[in-house]
């Protein structure tokens, strides 16, 4: 009579061929599309090549690798036992940007480790999700508890906080929708998850509400200033409150008009690519200075995209990123235990959040937040994780346990 494989024995997983070509072709027009957009100014200001921001880009493409292959040497069970130590770690970074933190444009999100500065909070999204799906995978009866319950919330709080404070309302806010899905997947009780769904739809309208119809000594809510504008610039809100005088309501009009700039250009970005753009290092509204000189490389990556690849260019990238989520979705469906699954949806969760929350406020779908885009924006931390991230779903694949 044959019995079950060991839980510990590996499957017969093999490498995912779609999941690691369609991240080589991101990384690919990554370092094109980064190139485009800063080349030009760094050559003419004599920069050295190797510290162009593309070069620093595909220097970050080899250490993510190079992180994702010793992972690959570790069974994503025995890393999840130290869950926790990463995640309580990782609070201990975020508590560490506020006392040694670098700041940058009014927000301290930065450690400065001398020739690079590294960001926590990205970190953290990799940390809690760890720490999260470790968490969950316990037997369903336990998941009924409410105590088990009010811990995960407490597990999702405390860096949403931190990190909300910094302030980086954007990635604060991808937590809630990871623990809601990670949850549901998990099977926690509907009555539990209704009340998390609840508080999270009473507070964005709160906030909402706050912002567009509150007199200005009224306010509940708290937030930065260029956060309350870029919301109002979202729903097309009047700058201005209703007792302002003329000359108040054409200083709001004229602020309107500077926050709302680099999202109509980047709407302007995309409608001029039209179906096969104007071509690579051709785009002229970053090279004319219309986007922003240090976001057209980041936050408006994908417009830029966009207008030098025009529509055939952004249904590439699309469909890159549908792979790369499909095949997590098929990982978690394949995995027999709970960690494995949890994992694997949190991944999907956590990518999804930034491609879409990234490329809608390019095309003016979502307010502008600052949310990177997977494996295209520069940035050495982000560019790590999420090749940590696509890793996780591999390890996952190489490692899934058969029952």
């Not at 079950?4 to 690919?28: F, T």
């Not at 760890?130 to 860096?159: D, H, I, Q, Y």
């Not at 909300?164 to 926690?188: E, H, N, R, Y």
Request: aromatic share 10%; glycine share 10%; hydrophobic share 50%.
């Amino acid at each position: 009579m044959n019995g079950p494989l060991p839980q510990n024995r590996r499957n017969e997983g093999h490498i995912l061929w779609p999941l690691w070509l369609s991240v080589l072709g991101l990384m690919v027009v990554s370092a094109m599309f980064i190139f485009s957009t800063t080349g030009g100014i760094e050559t003419s200001r004599g920069v050295p090549w190797y510290l162009w921001t593309a070069t620093r880009q595909v220097v970050a493409f080899g250490v993510g690798l190079a992180a994702v292959a010793g992972m690959m040497l570790v069974d994503y069970s025995r890393l999840a036992r130290w869950a926790m130590v990463g995640y309580w770690l990782s609070i201990a970074l975020l508590v560490a940007v506020y006392l040694v933190g670098t700041s940058r444009n009014g927000a301290r999100r930065w450690l400065d480790l001398g020739p690079v500065q590294f960001q926590p909070s990205e970190l953290a999204k990799l940390a809690f999700l760890f720490a999260m799906a470790n968490f969950l995978a316990r037997p369903a009866s336990e998941l009924r508890s409410k105590g088990v319950f009010v811990r995960s919330l407490a597990l999702t709080l405390a860096p949403l906080l931190l990190i909300l404070k910094q302030p980086d309302l954007g990635s604060s806010l991808v937590f809630l929708p990871i623990t809601l899905v990670m949850m549901v997947v998990a099977g926690v009780p509907t009555r539990f998850i209704g009340r998390l769904l609840a508080g999270a739809v009473l507070v964005a309208g709160l906030v909402v509400a706050d912002i567009l119809f509150a007199p200005e000594g009224w306010r509940l809510i708290r937030l930065q200033d260029y956060q309350r504008e870029r919301l109002l610039v979202y729903f097309d809100a009047d700058f201005a409150p209703g007792s302002a005088t003329p000359e108040q309501r054409q200083r709001a009009a004229q602020r309107k008009r500077q926050m709302s700039w680099n999202v109509e250009q980047a709407l302007i970005s995309v409608g001029s690519g039209g179906l096969t753009g104007k071509g690579w290092r051709e785009g002229t509204q970053h090279r004319l200075g219309y986007l922003p000189r240090l976001g057209a490389h980041n936050d408006f990556i994908f417009s830029v995209i966009a207008e030098e690849r025009g529509f055939l260019g952004s249904l590439a990238v699309v469909t890159l990123y549908g792979i790369i989520l499909f095949t997590g979705i098929k990982t978690a469906g394949e995995s027999r235990d709970r960690l494995g699954r949890l994992l694997a949806v949190g991944v999907v969760t956590l990518l999804f959040i930034h491609i879409f929350v990234n490329i809608g406020m390019n095309i003016k779908l979502m307010p502008v937040t600052g949310i990177p885009l997977p494996l295209l924006s520069a940035g050495g931390t982000s560019v790590l994780c999420s090749l940590i991230a696509v890793g996780v779903l591999q390890n996952i694949h190489l490692y899934r346990k058969r029952y």
